[in-house]
């Protein structure tokens, strides 16, 4: 059997690939979710026999079952497998932890399952006063916004906002967010770290537009139904 490993001295590597629906996977997160089309089992098999590392892309389209290389997003994320459970019905339950942004340089298909050759993405230290001063916006934003999102979880956000390093927290908050799979796909694609921050800030900005919005909104209907009473 081929051995796959992300333990290379050069910025390539090749690993069975998963294509993934309604789904962005960030780096130093981890996510559940159910894998079902063979290819992806194989996929799967071929990771979890080798050191348990598969890249996960994104595809354009969730409707398409069996969707071809350029239907999915080449840049993904490189990541572990911390645990897989077969379901009753054949699907497999997989609990994943993205390591690290890369991008698709080749892809194949091996045996039915998808295997890509792949570039990591550079790492950059970006630590500074415009980084500090990013940080600080998006904390004053998160607390907004939870004060006008009682649906959303307050604990993970507060959990993602306490990570040291700023990179990991725009990406932890990038996961946790409540936004659409192209907002988090824009965001997976931004290598830079005060980039990503800096976009998180517009993001926030525009939800808590609409949600200033619709309270707006509620309170006018609440007091016209008050005054025909």
């Not at 992300?6 to 960030?26: C, E, K, L």
């Not at 992806?40 to 979890?48: C, K």
Request: aromatic share 4%.
């Amino acid at each position: 059997m081929e051995e796959y490993s992300d333990r290379t001295p050069t910025d390539i590597a090749r690993f069975p690939m998963v294509p993934i629906r309604d789904v962005v996977i960030f780096p130093f997160t981890k996510v559940a979710f159910k894998i079902g089309r063979p290819g992806s089992v194989r996929a799967l098999e071929m990771a979890l026999a080798s050191d348990r590392t598969i890249f996960l892309s994104t595809q354009h389209d969730a409707t398409v079952d069996e969707p071809t290389p350029d239907q999915i997003y080449r840049i993904g994320t490189i990541a572990r497998i911390l645990q897989s459970q077969r379901q009753e019905n054949g699907q497999i339950k997989v609990v994943v932890e993205g390591r690290e942004r890369a991008t698709t340089i080749r892809v194949d298909n091996n045996a039915g399952a998808f295997t890509a050759t792949v570039r990591r993405a550079p790492i950059a230290s970006e630590e500074g006063v415009r980084t500090d001063a990013l940080v600080q916006k998006i904390a004053q934003l998160i607390e907004q916004h939870l004060r006008l999102a009682p649906d959303v979880q307050p604990d993970a956000l507060q959990t993602a906002m306490r990570n040291a390093d700023p990179s990991h927290m725009a990406d932890a908050l990038s996961s946790q967010l409540r936004i659409s799979v192209e907002d988090k796909q824009g965001l997976l694609e931004l290598f830079s770290a005060q980039a990503r921050l800096a976009r998180l800030i517009e993001i926030l900005e525009i939800e808590l537009e609409k949600r200033q919005l619709d309270r707006t909104i509620q309170t006018r209907v609440k007091r016209q139904m008050e005054k025909a009473q």
